[in-house]
């Protein structure tokens, strides 16, 4: 099988890796990539916004498949160009993409589907934002109505920095605040039949003790020994599949992976937000249990043909990710500073650890920061805390000047608290 995989984050070098790791994968492409995925994948300067230049290159590849990776070209309608030229395509159509894309559509699916989430109001004036924070009351929680790469939502107990961010967005989500713990669940779906796959959970603030600004997430693990073992059960029962059912009823079926954020709160699971691709960094986690290779499950997929495929094959390891991001991150970050200790990292902790590349390219010999997250530092081990162990020793042996990790990704689950 000839795959393409569309995108340049540590979520793509997973699927990279596991991809190259997958016998049935007879080649291996990657547009736009990093200097990671260039180590296991053959790259293309190609932008993964544009569908009719994507398309194109699949074609002329040959590919068997395409793997849609960020949630922007599944937006724009990247998925939906590569269908129309005939290829098999990972990801969801634009409509359908829309479960992302905006929140309100999002929280309109969910009550149709009769999936609990928080409640809310859509707002598009400063008044009617000020009545719905007054409504429910502090701790606020404000969320662009668009795409924020996980940076447009502000919860804070501050009602001026509410109102404020309610300024700053032409559409706001107003909703109510969840209490508890939160866990990533993500499904693969053909639109039909649901398979989920195994939980994780993300860290989203930027400093350690979760404090400090929301980010695109600073590390994950998997599994989650404090979660109830029916969980992803029960949210295949009363999230996933309603949803994708609700999705096929309008008449915009959802194929790809469905990302449900969920909160476990005192009153049960309640949806926070729905994501139309798999997560970063969760997916670095989950994809490093799975023993089922991948391009099989994701193919059948995009095929349609899910129901035929024998139940997932799961490690029991538990896999822990830190991510290591530029100075000033998730604000403006500073790049082209040499990322150094890489191949310390691969001599001395493979294969139970190991690098994958988010914001990186190369610079002559030199392999540089190019982004806001620039690694996500993966290792497995026999239990949390052996996994977290082989992470930080990795951590601890990359140098990048003014970069910043969180040091307790893992921490509490690992010892049971
Ligand atoms: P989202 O982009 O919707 O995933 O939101 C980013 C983060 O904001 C979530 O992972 C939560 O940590 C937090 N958040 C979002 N919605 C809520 C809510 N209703 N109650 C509490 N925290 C929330
Ligand atoms: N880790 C959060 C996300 O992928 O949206």
């Avoid at 150094?340 to 590349?357: I, K």
Wanted: charged share 20%.
């Amino acid at each position: 099988m000839k795959v393409l995989v569309i995108g340049s984050g540590a979520r793509e070098h997973a699927l990279c890796r596991s991809l190259s790791l997958d016998p049935d994968v007879t080649a291996l492409h990657c547009a736009p990539g990093n200097a990671g995925i260039a180590e296991v994948a053959e790259l293309h300067p190609v932008d993964a916004l544009d569908g009719a230049a994507v398309a194109a290159l699949a074609t002329e590849l040959g590919a068997d498949l395409v793997i849609v990776g960020p949630e922007a070209p599944l937006v724009a309608g990247v998925a939906d160009a590569v269908r129309a030229a005939g290829i098999p395509v990972f990801g969801p159509s634009k409509e359908a993409a829309q479960l992302e894309g905006s929140k309100a559509f999002a929280k309109d699916v969910m009550a149709g589907a009769g999936v609990p989430t928080a409640r809310s109001y859509v707002c598009t004036t400063p008044e009617e934002a000020e009545e719905a924070l007054d409504a429910f009351g502090a701790p606020y929680v404000v969320k662009d109505d668009g795409l924020a790469a996980g940076k447009g939502v502000v919860v804070t107990s501050d009602l001026d920095a509410a109102k404020a961010h309610a300024r700053a967005c032409e559409r706001v989500v107003i909703e109510e605040f969840l209490d508890g713990p939160e866990v990533s669940l993500f499904a693969i779906t053909d639109g039909v039949t649901v398979v989920p796959l195994q939980p994780a959970q993300d860290f989203k603030r930027a400093l350690d003790g979760d404090e400090g600004p929301n980010t695109g997430g600073m590390g994950a693990y998997s599994p989650l020994p404090w979660a109830d073992p029916k969980l992803v059960e029960e949210v295949l029962q009363t999230v996933l599949q309603p949803t994708v059912d609700e999705m096929r009823r309008r008449g915009t079926p959802f194929s790809g992976l469905l990302y449900a954020g969920l909160a476990i709160t005192s009153r049960g699971v309640r949806v926070i937000e729905f994501n139309a691709r798999f997560g970063d960094p969760e997916t670095q986690v989950v994809l490093a249990r799975l023993r089922t290779p991948l391009a099989g499950v994701l193919l059948a997929a995009a095929d349609g043909t899910l129901a035929d495929l024998p139940s997932l094959r799961w490690s029991d390891d538990s896999a822990v990710t830190v991510v290591i991001a530029s100075h000033n991150y998730p604000g403006t970050p500073r790049t082209g500073d040499p990322i150094t200790g890489l191949d310390e990292v691969a001599a001395e902790d493979a294969p139970h650890a190991y690098v994958l590349h988010a914001g990186t390219k190369h610079d002559g010999d030199a392999v540089v920061s190019a982004g806001g997250r620039v690694l996500s530092v993966t290792a497995t081990g026999s239990d949390l805390v052996q996994a977290r162990e082989r992470a930080y020793t990795a951590v601890d042996r990359i140098g990048l000047d003014g970069s910043q990790h969180r040091t307790d990704i893992a921490a509490k689950a690992a010892v049971g608290a």
